[in-house]
């Protein structure tokens, strides 16, 4: 176990290090100044030189690269330059609201796929196994911006249930929050629980093929009582599996929606520091993203080898 560990933290390791390249990379070859974004068009160029300067952006991009890696080591994510305020409070006043979103997101998820998934597999080949796939395969296909905004059609304009966009705040108690957060959560939960009821419904018919379900519904066993004491534990493995990957995707998946509904969140932080050239946060932001999603990866791996220890065998 420990060999494996060491291997897994090491590509961990590995994969953060080429993440922070490939994004400094990116941002360094966008078009545009900070410096003369933030002092307007028709500033002096003595006062943009003078401004860059101030912000170092007249330095190599290898020195510059150094700086901002070691300053997340230490936890210094440096000052923003549209908000002149340190980074990681922006941050984490924005996460404040991202992963309680995300966390919302994959609970509708889980409840939702795990629902569906044992209905078909335990209607297979009937007209209820048939429709839900049918409308699985159509959630699939649905872009979750797309369906947020019917979200906001029905149930912010027509029925006026919710509002159509912006955060109450927590300081309005947790039902108004989690309130404004029911309805883009849900449009994130759509996709995913999509693809997880089909990999559910896979997982429950593969083993249910086994010869333990056979002996136990020979010994008297009921079909519900077969299905939830034996069926579905041993499903579970691959379910989980794709439950962190998929939570790791809600929270790179909250950009967009969050712009769809106006959330103060780390995504709609991430687009406003894009309009203002304001690298710092952009970069931070995005590297905080691929983060969460490696180290739920690495999570994944090794919640699967202790579920299954064949596979701690065969990587070692």
């Not at 974004?37 to 330095?59: H, N, R």
């Not at 249910?208 to 939830?228: C, H, I, N, P, Y």
């Not at 969140?265 to 991430?270: A, K, Q």
Request: net charge neutral; charged share 10%; hydrophobic share 60%.
């Amino acid at each position: 176990m420990g060999l494996f560990l060491f291997k897994r933290f090491s590509t961990l390791l590995a994969t953060l290090m080429g993440a922070s390249v490939v994004i400094f990379l990116v941002l360094e070859i966008l078009p545009g100044n900070a410096a003369q974004i933030l002092m307007g068009p028709d500033a002096a160029p003595e006062a943009v030189q003078a401004l860059a300067l101030k912000l170092g952006l007249d330095a190599p991009p290898l020195e510059r690269y150094w700086q901002w890696v070691s300053g997340l080591l230490a936890g210094n994510l440096g000052i923003s330059y549209s908000y002149s305020t340190p980074v990681l409070g922006l941050v984490l006043e924005r996460l404040a609201l991202t992963v309680p979103l995300a966390l919302m997101a994959m609970l509708l998820t889980t409840v939702l796929a795990l629902v569906t998934g044992i209905y078909a597999a335990s209607h297979h080949n009937r007209l209820g196994d048939v429709g839900t796939m049918g409308l699985a395969q159509i959630g699939i296909a649905v872009p979750n911006f797309w369906f947020a905004i019917l979200l906001i059609l029905l149930f912010s304009v027509q029925l006026q249930w919710f509002s159509a966009g912006g955060f109450a705040g927590w300081d309005e108690g947790l039902a108004q929050g989690l309130k404004s957060l029911l309805l883009p959560a849900l449009s994130l939960a759509v996709v995913q629980a999509a693809i997880l009821a089909r990999i559910t419904r896979s997982a429950l018919l593969e083993v249910l093929r086994e010869d333990f379900v056979r002996t136990a519904r020979a010994k008297g066993l009921s079909q519900r009582a077969t299905l939830w004491g034996h069926v579905l534990r041993n499903a579970m493995i691959p379910v989980i599996t794709v439950m962190g990957l998929q939570f790791a995707n809600l929270l790179a998946g909250t950009i967009v929606v969050e712009n769809v509904f106006y959330l103060p969140g780390l995504g709609r932080l991430i687009f406003q520091a894009i309009s203002n050239r304001d690298l710092i946060v952009v970069r931070n932001c995005v590297m905080l993203l691929a983060a969460m999603v490696i180290v739920v990866n690495f999570v994944v791996d090794v919640l699967y080898a202790v579920i299954d220890p064949r596979v701690k065998a065969s990587d070692i």
